[in-house]
């Protein structure tokens, strides 16, 4: 039997280098391609690489029309909220026409299969709780609004052109694999995760909440995490589902939200000391609460989180960040 070959765009990013060690543990032969704008090529692993950009057309259709891959992932995206307002065209640029480039390049060389990096931002504020997939989508940033751009045109070539596509819609991604070396490596780092244990570790000077008067139990905003691996684990599955099922939109949390403070005691917790967050004002475009219903990912591709613990995953970046202060070296 043929080994299953699939190309992971962006696979030397945060999300993107979990899931490639991930498929290549499970025994895929795996091809990244990356720009390396935001990636990192010591988060590559068990993958063959080019460096390549989804905006430039032609060598991606010449790849594509030399290999022949049963599943495409595409991680490629710019996905900070903040920076989506004020810089609008970067993320149109960068992950609505950069993801028509790949559909293109995929209709030309007769490629059908592809698992998308959706969000949780395409559905804006919650109207109902937890976050069903038929949860109205009215996105309240550039960011939500490109992501749920591509899920359109993702119906669409599947209605036309017959490829197959999963819209994977991550709640908050968290945690890393330590024991391979991979962590989270933002830059700047705007993630509150690493942010609180890079303060825990004094590798940062200042910890800021972004306010406390929202409309919870402790006042900070609540979020669902979801652990890179597992999030992985759910691509995979998501791509064996696609025979049977051509269109998939799934949200990928775990049901259970913790706050800002919750994750701020979890960290202190973790390394043994009691961590005094500055409370700052509100960040723009943070809906007080964002948790998954995820029974329908659950049902469809028969899959449970199981590495989402938010004690472990602290204890994890924790770790990694012990491991490599300065992030990753290239
Ligand atoms: N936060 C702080 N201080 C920090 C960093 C974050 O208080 O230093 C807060 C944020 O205001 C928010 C919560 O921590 O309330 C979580 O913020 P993150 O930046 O870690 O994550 P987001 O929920 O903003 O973003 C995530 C993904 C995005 C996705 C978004 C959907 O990272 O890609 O969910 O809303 F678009």
Redesign the pocket.
């Known amino acids: 039997m043929s080994t299953t070959r699939i190309l992971v765009i962006g696979g030397a990013g945060y999300v993107g280098s979990h899931f490639t060690l991930c498929a290549s543990n499970a025994g895929l032969r795996v091809t990244v391609m990356d720009n390396l704008s935001k990636g990192h090529r010591g988060a590559l692993r068990g993958a063959e690489f080019f460096q390549g950009d989804l905006l430039e057309f032609e060598p991606l259709q010449a790849h594509l029309s030399r290999n022949r891959y049963h599943g495409i992932f595409h991680f490629a995206a710019n996905?900070l909220?903040g920076e989506s307002v004020s810089d609008p065209a970067q993320y149109y640029l960068n992950n609505v026409i950069a993801a028509f480039n790949m559909l293109e390049a995929m209709r030309y060389t007769n490629h059908d299969r592809v698992i998308f990096s959706s969000?949780?931002?395409v559905y804006g504020i919650p109207e109902t709780l937890p976050l069903k997939e038929d949860h109205p989508k009215n996105p309240v940033s550039p960011?939500?609004r490109t992501k749920l751009a591509v899920e359109w045109m993702l119906e669409d070539y599947c209605t036309a052109y017959g490829i197959r596509s999963a819209s994977l819609r991550y709640f908050?991604?968290a945690g890393c694999e330590p024991d391979d070396g991979l962590g989270e490596d933002h830059r700047p780092e705007?993630?509150?995760?690493p942010?609180v244990v890079r303060y825990a570790l004094k590798l940062q000077d200042d910890?800021?909440?972004?306010g406390n008067d929202y409309p919870t139990p402790d006042g900070t905003?609540i979020?669902d995490y979801i652990h890179v691996t597992d999030l992985a684990e759910a691509h995979l599955k998501a791509l064996e589902k696609l025979d049977s099922l051509p269109l998939l939109r799934l949200n990928l949390g775990t049901g259970r939200g913790f706050s800002?403070l919750d994750v701020v005691k979890a960290v202190g917790n973790a390394c043994g000391v009691s961590l005094k967050p500055e409370i700052g004002p509100r960040?723009p475009g943070?809906?007080p609460e964002?948790v998954a219903d995820s029974g329908e990912a659950f049902r469809v591709l028969d899959w449970r989180p199981t590495r989402s613990d938010l004690k472990s995953i602290c204890s994890e970046v924790l770790r990694w960040f012990s491991e490599h202060p300065e992030g990753y070296a290239e």
Do not use: E, M, W
């Not at 705007?190 to 995760?193: D, E, S």
């Open positions: 996905c909220v969000s949780c931002a960011y939500g908050n991604a705007t993630h509150l995760i942010n910890l800021v909440i972004f905003c979020r800002n960040r943070d809906p964002l």
